[in-house]
């Protein structure tokens, strides 16, 4: 009786810190859902699953540190989502057309960048602690921003000029800068390896 009872609460525990994990989850599960949306032309879903999308983003964030629920899981999830969505949606729009086909580059060939600098780094051995930089997060806004603009005036059939034009040129800028401060501290990190 006493395991039984120890199993059941050691289960009802566990389900409450997968409830962030598991809103993270349906938020990759929406990332076909919109590129779909968007290559059918129904701008009007495409940004309603953008906010869906923001909104619980914020949820499991607030969720996983207000009632403690944080797990590495989570940790790894998060931002895997994150990219996922928005690299997904900018190609989208790239291909649809709607954004430039060089800032849909600039931002894709970052985030490959970043990702095959922390694999060689797993490579050898040396992992590099990855930690979000101000830029980065001001990077991210700015892509968000970019990217529920161009959505909403596709959707709903307004002009976004000269929004639409500032927000590229912070989205340039973040990216560019970014990038840059990421593979300097890699190159910095990587060269303490020891010849053998």
């Known amino acids: 009786m006493r395991n039984q ?7 009802e525990l566990s389900i409450p810190t997968s409830i962030p994990n ?48 944080a797990s590495e899981l ?14 997904s949606i900018y190609v989208a729009l790239g291909i649809w057309g709607a954004v430039p086909r060089w800032i849909v580059i600039l931002v894709v060939s970052r985030d490959i960048m970043i990702v095959s600098a922390v694999i060689v780094s797993w490579l050898f051995d040396k992992p590099i602690p990855m930690k979000p930089l101000m830029v980065s997060k001001l990077n991210t806004v700015a892509q968000v921003a970019f990217a529920a603009l161009v959505l909403a005036s596709l959707g709903f059939g307004f002009q976004p000029r000269p929004y639409d034009l500032i927000l590229m040129g912070f989205v340039t800028v973040f990216t560019l800068v970014s990038v840059s401060l990421y593979l300097v501290e890699w190159v910095r990190h990587m060269s303490t390896i020891e010849a053998r």
């Open 22 to 69: 598991i809103i993270t989850l349906g938020r990759i599960i929406l990332v076909p859902v919109i590129v779909w949306a968007i290559a059918s032309s129904q701008m009007e879903i495409a940004f309603a699953i953008f906010i869906v999308a923001g909104v619980s983003d914020a949820v499991d964030g607030f969720l996983a540190k207000r009632f403690n629920m």
């Open 5 to 11: 009872a120890g199993s059941r609460e050691a289960t």
């Open 74 to 87: 989570g940790a790894l999830l998060d931002p895997l989502a994150d990219k996922a969505l928005l690299v």
